[in-house]
């Protein structure tokens, strides 16, 4: 590593004694590079952001989600570029290697660590906003999405064309097409059509050297490690060829509710062997949370069965009674309404104009101001003593604004090997858990409460959960399992929380990032290594 880093110095130094005239600290060298190599320095400069320009905070802020990282000592970029064409993206990547700044790739920001605008190196924000142009073709049932656009601006347009197309992406509409879909990214149609990488069928990408390579000119292995490798490791993705998928002219979306007291615990217990068999056109979800009796006032578990179902009320209601007669789901837990309207419902919002969709600083009404993620794969039914113990927990003073959901894998997530991209969490999997610690205000004390909080559960389950590896999502990033600071890892280091995100698939990553980036200038806290 050594070796090569010397290698690279060779340029650096020419330009250090280039340099010297003009400044002395390495942003201001940036800074002067990007107005030497763009041609169009003054259009450019507009799009370049210091911490004196007042514009900096509102531009960093804009997609900050999780107040945890936007604290007085949460480390902030020297500069933010917003590229918004192609030569902006070669002159940053070419001026931040040559004068040795990180820098972090930012699409819709939602990364639940905040690596791609945290970083505790002196470091620069290749922030995408500028860069999100949804096409839409019909006709040929495929869209050209670029990175930066969020997931609420690709199903707005597709909707406006066609409420019977989809795509199957994340929910939460303010995610970013770039970060979600390189992480694999899962929605409600995950179960009927595949994470959103399996429905990428080409892609723009720009790697360390401003090459600008399409699927066919990166090739075969690269196109695959981009599609669930996780962001931030490879280049940057300028923009994906997605296939959209078909649905029906009327979804139908349930929940029913069931306190303890209500029998909860048995409902859940039998919902975790049989919810992953039910069609692949239902999202079937539980989630679980702790209020207030309102009997007595002490604390229960309150869990919520809900799915979106691709059909009609007729034809989800006897689907239930013959599976789940248990739950009773009845008419009046359901509704009906278009696609395009799910995704809305979906997150809290309903009976809104789909504008909303649009606005890339929503924040949804069941969003926590701030919150700590992990996942966990479940392969067994975990036992009623097991499920009881995390219901204790949850009620819990530090779990108050937690929500832990479970989502049934199953349908073609059986089917597709686990090679076929880099996401592995496919056949044998009954459900996946999604950790959610909320909490609502933020000092040391109270941060920390929380935080252990989570590290104790997770803790709590681990043996009902995958092993060898304890299996992990890589959008739901969790630094907890194995990180390092600036990206400079060994295969070893890495291999902790990498084969936890990619099981065997860790290792053709680590050979597509030796070949395509092999001094590692894509890097943050779990970024991919290269063999050295
Ligand atoms: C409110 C909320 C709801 C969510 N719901 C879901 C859900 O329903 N399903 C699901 O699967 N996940 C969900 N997630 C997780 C989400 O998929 C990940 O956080 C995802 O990485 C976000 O993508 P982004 O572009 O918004 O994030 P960013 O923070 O911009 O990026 C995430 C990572 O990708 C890198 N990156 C970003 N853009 C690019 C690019 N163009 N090229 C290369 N690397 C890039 C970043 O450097 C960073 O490492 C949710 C997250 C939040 C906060
Ligand atoms: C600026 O550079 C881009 C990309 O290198 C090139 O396509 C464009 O023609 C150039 N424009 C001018 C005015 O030189
Ligand atoms: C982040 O903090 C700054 C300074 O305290 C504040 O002005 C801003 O509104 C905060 N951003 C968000 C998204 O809350
Ligand atoms: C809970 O289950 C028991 C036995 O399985 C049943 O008798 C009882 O009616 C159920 N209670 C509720 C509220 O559904
Ligand atoms: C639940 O009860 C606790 C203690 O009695 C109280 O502090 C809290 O505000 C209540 N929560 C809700 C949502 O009513
Ligand atoms: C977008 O959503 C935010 C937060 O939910 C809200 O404050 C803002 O007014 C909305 N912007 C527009 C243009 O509607």
């Known amino acids: 590593m050594k070796f090569r880093q010397c290698s690279m110095l060779i340029p650096l130094v020419l330009a250090a004694v280039f340099s010297f005239s003009w400044a002395a600290s390495p942003h201001q060298n940036f800074l002067h590079c990007l107005s030497l190599r763009s041609n169009d320095s003054s259009s450019f400069s507009k799009l370049i952001f210091t911490p004196t320009n007042p514009s900096y905070e509102s531009v960093l802020d804009s997609t900050v989600r999780n107040l945890r990282f936007n604290s007085t000592d949460t480390p902030k970029p020297l500069v933010i570029v917003t590229p918004a064409k192609i030569s902006h993206f070669q002159a940053t990547i070419y001026c931040a290697r040559k004068h040795g700044l990180q820098t972090r790739t930012r699409s819709g920001g939602h990364d639940y660590e905040g690596l791609s605008f945290v970083a505790k190196v002196p470091f620069?924000?290749?922030?995408?906003v500028n860069y999100r142009s949804v096409d839409v073709d019909v006709e040929n049932r495929v869209a050209w999405v670029q990175a930066g656009a969020i997931f609420g601006e690709l199903y707005y347009r597709i909707a406006e064309k066609s409420r019977t197309l989809a795509f199957a992406g994340g929910v939460f509409h303010t995610i970013g097409v770039g970060g979600h879909i390189s992480g694999g990214g899962f929605g409600l149609l995950f179960r009927k059509y595949g994470t959103a990488g399996d429905n990428v069928i080409d892609a723009k990408f720009i790697d360390v050297n401003g090459r600008v390579l399409d699927r066919k000119s990166m090739g075969e292995d690269l196109f695959w490690a981009i599609r669930g490798g996780g962001g931030g490791s490879f280049g940057i993705v300028l923009a994906w060829k997605l296939c959209l998928v078909s649905v029906p002219a009327i979804v139908t979306e349930f929940s029913v509710s069931r306190t303890l007291e209500q029998n909860a615990t048995e409902l859940v217990h039998r919902w975790q062997s049989i919810a992953h068999n039910f069609p692949d056109g239902m999202y079937p979800t539980v989630a679980l949370r702790s209020i207030n009796s309102t009997q007595d006032?002490?604390?229960?578990?309150?869990?919520?069965f809900g799915s979106v179902f691709l059909g009609t009320i007729d034809e989800l209601l006897p689907l239930m009674q013959e599976r789940f007669p248990e739950l009773g789901l009845s008419r009046k837990?359901?509704?009906?309404?278009s696609w395009i309207e799910s995704i809305l419902s979906e997150t809290g919002i309903s009976?809104?104009?789909l504008e909303i969709l649009l606005n890339r600083t929503f924040k949804s009404p069941i969003d926590n101001p701030y919150y700590k993620i992990k996942s966990d794969y479940v392969k067994q039914p975990?036992?009623?003593t097991g499920l009881d113990g995390l219901f204790s927990r949850l009620t819990d003073e530090a779990a108050a604004s937690t929500t832990i959901v479970f989502f049934a894998y199953g349908g073609i997530m059986d089917r597709i090997p686990e090679d076929?991209?880099?996401?592995p969490h496919r056949a044998g999997n009954l459900y996946k858990i999604f950790y959610n610690i909320g909490w609502l205000e933020e000092n040391k004390a109270s941060s920390e409460t929380h935080l252990d909080w989570a590290r104790r559960t997770y803790s709590y389950m681990a043996p009902y959960v995958s092993k060898s590896p304890r299996e992990a999502y890589i959008n739901y990033r969790d630094v907890d399992i194995g990180s390092n600071n600036i990206g400079y890892t060994s295969y070893e280091e890495a291999s902790v929380w990498g084969l936890k995100y990619f099981k065997k698939n860790f290792d053709r990553l680590v050979h597509v990032k030796t070949w395509i980036d092999p001094e590692n200038f894509f890097k943050h806290e779990q970024s991919i290594p290269p063999l050295y």
């Open 333 to 337: 837990d359901c509704n009906e309404m």
């Open 351 to 353: 009976n809104k104009p």
């Open 382 to 384: 975990i036992s009623k």
């Open 420 to 423: 076929a991209t880099p996401f």
């Open 124 to 128: 620069v924000v290749i922030d995408l």
């Open 297 to 304: 006032g002490r604390k229960t578990v309150v869990a919520s």
